[in-house]
């Protein structure tokens, strides 16, 4: 027997299914406001987040691409699809959908920026992550063959998987962190590789110019190997807009948080006169220089020049 239920009642019932984390049974209620309803991009969204705690991340996704379709300007669209995508272990595309998200949830005030903001730093660091390795293979033959091994180990099992199980997302995502851990694993033996034996002593102390073939072939290849090893800047030298190494770092007299001073003028020049994390007034009289941070900063710049792109 067809439901007598509006959409919005088959919404409100979904709602309470939800709290009570009974998510089957609040999607089968979103599912019917989908059908009846004309506010189909709040009963996806919704869908989507009952998804997302199934960890069902390819159905996260699914639902997300039709609420931004519909509804162009929804944070929580874009939110819960950075999310699933970053699960998924898919960060450059998880970072595009988290930067508009946080863009978004800026102009409509959201209150869960602070969220945003969290998971966005989470897909900085694994895109960053990435980008280490594809910079690492094109040092190493021996890590970029042992990778695309993993990789291609990777690729064979997510296809064997069984797309329409109700446990493809939970499997694919083992998969994929199991992925993550070898890399881990194989970047760790690299790095311990780079650490040259006690007998590289003499060389390394009397000599200013890297060590040659000439002087010992064994121990030239041990140093030199030690660009091998992934960088990664520290999160307290990173904008909190921009999440982009800081040179000119202020402290927010509303919230005690620190910003690029460039990025946060540009950010009250689209008219937001708040803080980005606390959300409270905000103007330019409300910042201060963090004396402490810049010299912290340069150091850091100083003994790491690459950081300068990150």
Request: proline residues 5%; glycine residues 4%; charged residues 30%.
């Amino acid at each position: 027997m067809a439901s007598t239920l509006t959409a919005d009642e088959h919404k409100l019932k979904g709602n309470e299914y939800f709290k009570a984390k009974a998510y089957d049974d609040a999607i089968h209620e979103y599912s019917t406001a989908i059908v009846k309803g004309p506010k189909v991009a709040v009963y996806y969204c919704n869908r989507a987040n009952c998804y997302l705690k199934l960890e069902q991340y390819s159905k996260v996704v699914s639902d997300c691409e039709r609420v931004v379709e519909l509804d162009p300007k929804n944070v929580k669209g874009y939110y819960f699809m950075g999310k699933a995508r970053l699960e998924l272990g898919q960060p450059y595309h998880a970072l595009s959908d988290l930067k508009r998200a946080y863009e978004l949830s800026l102009d409509q005030r959201s209150n869960f920026t602070k969220d945003i903001i969290t998971i966005l730093s989470e897909a900085k660091k694994q895109k960053w992550i990435e980008e280490e390795r594809q910079r690492i293979a094109s040092l190493s033959d021996t890590y970029k063959y042992m990778k695309d091994l993993i990789e291609q180990d990777m690729d064979r099992q997510v296809q064997a998987l069984d797309k329409d199980a109700r446990d493809y997302d939970e499997n694919r995502a083992f998969i994929v962190s199991d992925r993550e851990h070898r890399l881990q694993q194989l970047e760790i033996m690299l790095a311990r590789s780079s650490v040259p034996e006690e007998s590289a002593g003499p060389y390394i102390q009397n000599k200013t110019t890297p060590l040659t073939p000439q002087d010992s072939p064994q121990l030239a290849k041990n140093v030199s190997s030690a660009s091998y090893q992934p960088r990664e800047v520290p999160d307290y030298l990173l904008d909190k807009i921009t999440y982009e190494f800081m040179h000119d770092p202020v402290i927010s007299t509303k919230s005690g948080v620190t910003y690029e001073r460039n990025t946060l003028l540009e950010h009250f020049g689209h008219g937001r006169m708040f803080d980005p994390v606390s959300q409270a007034p905000m103007t330019v009289q409300d910042m201060l220089p963090n004396r402490a941070l810049r010299e912290a900063c340069e150091d850091y710049l100083s003994k790491n020049g690459w950081a300068v792109d990150y």
